[in-house]
Structure formats: structure tokens, C-alpha cells
């Protein structure tokens, strides 16, 4: 609707014959409605939704241009051969920058925070029923059930949607070792504290929630990434959003937790993010990696910063 308001609102005209003072008032009070009117559709067509392309220019008067890259945290071949213009916008950067350098001290304080320490198992936490049903769902993983009873639900739920590496790296582990060879400074927007903290934070319930809905739909979520690396490799941020926002349940309860959850990972991580990466896009020469997710929208990273003043502008 808006686009097509869009289209048309140049040619919007209001015809000034003379008439009778009745209709004056009515017309006066018709224009000042239609003003109203006029203004929001003007906002509307301001406002850039950012629905295709992954490699952004992003400037602002008196700083060098930085670019910002939807990458997709997987290793398909197809996903980590980069296009020309993004291995060029790359090489020529002075630095990088990703969600959260992947370096040893991070994994480790990754792997503590996944399991318990007070004492407490899966079994325990999640009953009989539920933790048959993990473990089941767990043997393509290659996951011992005594291994599998130290992690905690959220931490069970991730690791059995994560897509299995078959090629190597995941796409952000590439350019973070890219980086590196070529001596760039390299730069997180995030920690891990900050990224486990999303889950960690979740109540009980909540993470029990999570993890039973994942076991009911663990093949609709392997259809889903198989939907969302061919978005991504069509540079379809719209597509990428919608299919992400898919919920495979009619349950109010996992709806709703849905709907709680998705502010969190993504709003409040975007304002975080583009608060972070100022100082980069001050110094300029910045190429700044992140999940294409966070790209798209009004109130994605790409929005943020045009609000915030900057020039962004699609380069791929």
C-alpha cells in the first residue's frame, strides 16, 4: 500500500475552483486531513525498509566509507566462495569487525556456560518424558546420552538445530581468519557473556519451552535453513525476515515466548550493535560482518544508521 501511495504521491493536486464558503470550510478542513495524510505517506516512502542486498556502503561527511555484510553462519560452499565485490570491499578494508571474535578463551567460556555446575542435569530439570525424546533426537549428533545430561535445555535446543559442518568453516570464521592473514585489526560488537546472557536469562520454563518445541519441529528447522541460505543467496533480506519469523506452532504459549524472545535477539542486539561500530565507522575503511537477519527492516542495523545520520547505500 505504501509503495503504491508512493508512486502516486507527487501527483497529488488539490483543484482550487471558486465555491460556495460552505464548501470552502469543508474543503479547508478535507485539506488539512489530507495533509495529515500526506505527511505520514511521505514518512512511509522516507522510511527504507532494506529488503535485498547483503553489502552495504556506509558513510557519513568528513569520514572514509565502511562497509556492512549480511553474512549466514553456515559453511556451504556456495555461501563461503564470496562474490568479487565483497572480497574487494574486503581486502581494501583497514579493519574488520563480526558479532563476536571466535578465539579459544571464547569457546571455553562458551562450553562452561552450556552446562550445569549446580549439581542439577537435563534428566532432572527436564523429566523422563522430554529427556527420551532428546536423547533420540540427539543420536545423528553422535552425542553420548551422559554427555548430553550435563548441557542445559537452551544450550540442547542450539546445539541440535545447529547445521552439521560438512565443508570446514562457517562463513564469519573465514573472514575473521581473512582478516587476520592480511594483519587487519579485528573488533567484536558483541561477547560471548552478552550472547549467552539471551538464553541464559530465559526463565525455566521458558528454556523447557524451547527446547520441546525445537524436538517437535526439528525437521521443519532443517527445511527452514535450507530456505534461508537460498534467500541469502538471492540477497532477499524480505525473505530472510519472513522466513525466520516462521513459527512452526499454533501454541499461544510458544507464540507468545516467540514474540518476547525475537525483541531481544534482534532489537535490542541491533541498537547494541550500531552503538558499537561507531567508533569504526569514525575511523572509516571498516568492513563489519552480521547475520543478514539484522539488516532488514525499520528497526534493523541498516535503519538504525540512517537515523543516526549516515549514507547507506547498496553495493551488492
Known amino acids: 500500500m505504501a509503495t503504491e501511495l508512493c508512486g502516486n504521491y507527487q501527483r497529488l493536486t488539490i483543484n482550487p475552483y471558486p465555491m460556495h464558503p460552505f464548501f470552502q470550510l469543508s474543503v479547508v478542513r478535507f485539506c488539512m486531513v489530507l495533509l495529515l495524510v500526506l505527511a505520514q505517506i511521505a514518512q512511509a516512502c522516507a522510511e527504507e525498509h532494506y529488503d535485498r542486498g547483503l553489502l552495504w556502503r556506509v558513510e557519513k561527511a568528513g569520514h572514509a566509507p565502511s562497509y556492512l555484510f549480511g553474512t549466514v553462519h553456515v559453511d556451504d560452499p556456495r555461501v563461503t566462495r ?4 565483497v572480497v574487494r570491499r574486503f581486502d581494501a578494508a583497514a579493519s574488520f569487525t563480526m558479532e563476536v571474535v571466535f578465539d579459544p578463551a571464547a569457546v571455553t567460556r562458551l562450553a562452561t556456560r552450556m552446562v550445569y555446575s549446580d549439581g542439577r542435569d537435563l534428566l532432572q530439570v527436564a523429566g523422563a518424558d522430554l529427556y527420551g525424546k532428546v536423547v533420540m533426537a540427539s543420536e545423528s549428533t553422535g552425542m553420548p546420552p551422559e ?9 540442547v535446543s542450539m546445539l541440535l538445530i545447529m547445521p552439521q559442518l560438512e565443508h570446514g568453516e562457517i562463513l564469519d570464521v573465514i573472514l575473521m581468519r581473512r582478516a587476520r592473514e592480511q594483519l587487519k585489526a579485528v573488533h ?5 557473556d552478552e550472547q549467552v546472557a539471551l538464553f541464559e536469562d530465559l526463565s525455566e520454563r521458558d528454556q523447557l519451552l524451547m527446547l520441546r518445541h ?16 537460498d534467500a541469502w543467496l538471492a540477497r532477499d ?16 504459549e510458544v507464540i507468545g515466548f516467540n514474540d518476547r524472545f525475537k525483541v531481544q535477539l534482534l532489537d535490542e542486539r541491533n541498537k547494541r550493535m550500531v552503538s558499537r561500530m561507531q567508533s569504526s565507522l569514525v575511523t572509516g575503511g571498516a568492513f563489519i560482518a552480521i547475520g543478514a537477519l539484522h539488516l532488514h527492516g525499520t528497526r534493523g542495523v541498516l535503519a538504525l544508521l540512517a537515523r543516526e545520520g549516515y549514507a547507506v547505500t547498496r553495493e551488492f
Open 214 to 229: 525445537t524436538i517437535d519441529n526439528l525437521e521443519a528447522s532443517r527445511l527452514i535453513l535450507r530456505e534461508l541460505v
Open 147 to 155: 554427555a548430553l545430561r550435563l548441557f542445559k535445555p537452551w544450550a
Open 237 to 252: 533480506l524480505a525473505a530472510i525476515a519472513e522466513i525466520s519469523n516462521r513459527i512452526e506452532s499454533a501454541d499461544p
Open 188 to 192: 567484536e560488537l558483541e561477547t560471548v
Open 82 to 85: 564470496l562474490p568479487e565485490p
